[in-house]
């Protein structure tokens, strides 16, 4: 049976049997069927209606995309007064992030009102809740499986959520270091969620530990005598693969960091300066939620990280597929922006080795990549038509280049002389966060007020956190494009699921779509 991946903001129509799949959170899913025809649609909604009324296209909102997928299953010969609905979706999952009223109860309340206004039946409902569902349809016979994405198990794999499980996760630390495994021990455990059930010195002795505990995540020192943890991660993955977070010296000229990745690591931590109280509460915050993020990542360890299918434009009238249009912007793109932090490095590998030679000017503020940022562009480089520049104050951005902030500062941009430029700014973490996406993006809201901001694209790339989410829906609202990297295929995913559910994306796309979709913009934006 043939199968699909519905993405947000998008519908599927279908006569044939098939299995359609799609993940919610505060999002809706209305199905709706015709059991005499046997034509069944599903669509997957964001927000319930556009603010402007004459926004009538953008199928990211309930109004739009329902009315167009009962229209379509009219067009193959469906009848209105036949459809049967079921409603999925509209959880509370987004409440902690602060970001306004709920929005999956807007969304229940929307789909149940316009369902009743066109007389449609609700044979089934599974709405609310706090955390989000993976739902698939079978067309044949108009079930629905569902999953919720929390409870006793892991999350699922595709879901992208941090929030990981109700049960204590279990940690072994590998350091030659007495001091850095008392100190890890002792901020991990603080956090009341985190458990360590064993401590190695070693790789030797590490091997061991970890097979009698079978731990959730591994931190593992890079540096060690007889055998670095590099090379033990690459054993390791080859046979006993654990989601692993490196510990490192703060180098930025050190390779071996990006080599751990290379080989299967999730992330990396640097071992703090000092040991002064005031430090090791922000290193504590940043590393509990790294470990979370990464047990969340276990399925994604073990599986290579498979990614959905997504749906395929239809090649026949046996099934029609709507997704929202590409949006012009009619002042040409100006500047692009990139946010993320844990795991983009992956998403911006592929983005950057598929930008042409003379895409607009793009800043990226990434934690993950700054810290390391030298070896990093050190290998970039050999695989772009861009060019790869760190980034100083009072830089002019200009086309063709991408500008990475410097480790351990935030980059913004400003206006000075009339000229927009870069500028570094020292400061505490954002969300955890240095350098921050949430501060290159709101300050791109001062430098490109008002029309001009129609010509800035924004993306928000693997993260944990909420880093990037409410600039990121600042932007959009004032008239900036943003693009958000689906989940799936992201590393760590909570971050761009969470700029879905606060309605924050125009478009959600794997990275290797992102340069494609630049492409159309600029050539709209052209005409």
Not at 64 to 85: E, F, N, P, Y
Not at 150 to 158: C, I, L, N, P, T
Request: net charge neutral.
């Amino acid at each position: 049976m043939k199968s699909h991946y519905l993405f947000p903001g998008q519908f599927i129509v279908e006569r044939e049997p098939c299995l359609v799949t799609t993940i919610l959170g505060s999002c809706v899913a209305v199905a709706l069927h015709d059991p005499l025809k046997r034509i069944t649609g599903l669509n997957h909604y964001l927000l319930p209606r556009p603010a402007q009324t004459s926004d009538t296209t953008n199928l990211r909102y309930g109004s739009v995309s329902l009315q167009q997928m009962i229209d379509d299953m009219k067009i193959l010969g469906a009848a209105t007064d036949r459809l049967q609905a079921k409603v999925y979706g509209g959880a509370r999952v987004l409440d902690n992030l602060n970001l306004g009223e709920s929005i999956g109860t807007a969304n229940i309340e929307f789909a149940l009102s316009e369902l009743s206004k066109q007389r449609i039946a609700i044979v089934e409902k599974n709405v609310g809740g706090t955390v989000g569902r993976k739902i698939i349809l079978n067309t044949s016979d108009f079930s629905i499986e569902h999953q919720l994405m929390g409870g006793q198990s892991k999350v699922d794999a595709a879901g992208g959520h941090c929030a990981l499980l109700s049960r204590t996760i279990r940690v072994v630390l590998v350091d030659d270091s007495v001091s850095v495994r008392t100190v890890f021990k002792r901020v991990l455990e603080q956090s009341g969620r985190i458990q360590v059930v064993g401590t190695a010195r070693d790789a030797f002795e590490a091997r061991e530990v970890i097979v009698a505990t079978d731990p959730d995540v591994i931190l593992l020192d890079i540096e060690m005598p007889q055998m670095s943890g590099v090379q033990f991660l690459e054993k390791l993955m080859q046979h006993y693969p654990v989601p692993t977070i490196m510990v490192s010296s703060l180098n930025p000229q050190d390779d071996a960091a990006v080599r751990a990745l290379d080989v299967g690591a999730l992330e990396f931590v640097h071992k703090p300066d000092q040991f002064d109280t005031n430090v090791l509460r922000v290193f504590a915050e940043h590393l509990v939620q790294k470990v979370i993020a990464a047990a969340s990542s276990a399925e994604k360890v073990k599986s290579g990280r498979q990614r959905p299918k997504p749906v395929k434009s239809a090649e026949s009238q046996k099934h029609v597929v709507r997704s929202a249009p590409d949006l012009a912007i009619n002042e040409g793109i100006q500047l692009i922006l990139v946010g993320g932090n844990g795991g983009a490095h992956a998403d911006l590998q592929v983005f950057l080795s598929s930008l042409p030679v003379d895409t607009p000017p793009v800043l990226v503020a990434v934690s993950s990549v700054s810290d390391h940022l030298d070896a990093f562009l050190g290998r970039w480089r050999t695989q772009t038509q861009v060019h790869l520049k760190e980034a100083a104050d009072g830089l002019v951005p200009q086309r063709g280049t991408v500008y990475f902030s410097p480790p351990r500062v935030h980059l913004a941009l400003e206006i000075l002389a009339g000229q927009t430029v870069m500028k570094l700014r020292e400061g505490a973490p954002v969300c955890l966060q240095k350098p921050s996406s949430d501060v290159l993006f709101e300050s791109a809201l001062k430098a490109f007020s008002g029309p001009r901001l129609r010509g800035v694209v924004a993306f928000l790339m693997s993260g944990f956190g909420s880093d990037g989410v409410q600039a990121l829906l600042h932007l959009r609202d004032k008239g900036a494009r943003t693009i958000v990297s689906h989940p799936a295929s992201s590393l760590f995913g909570f971050a761009p699921q969470a700029a879905i559910q606060a309605g924050a994306a125009d478009d959600v796309m794997r990275p290797e779509d992102f340069a494609q979709a630049l492409m159309r913009l600029r050539s709209r934006a052209a005409v």
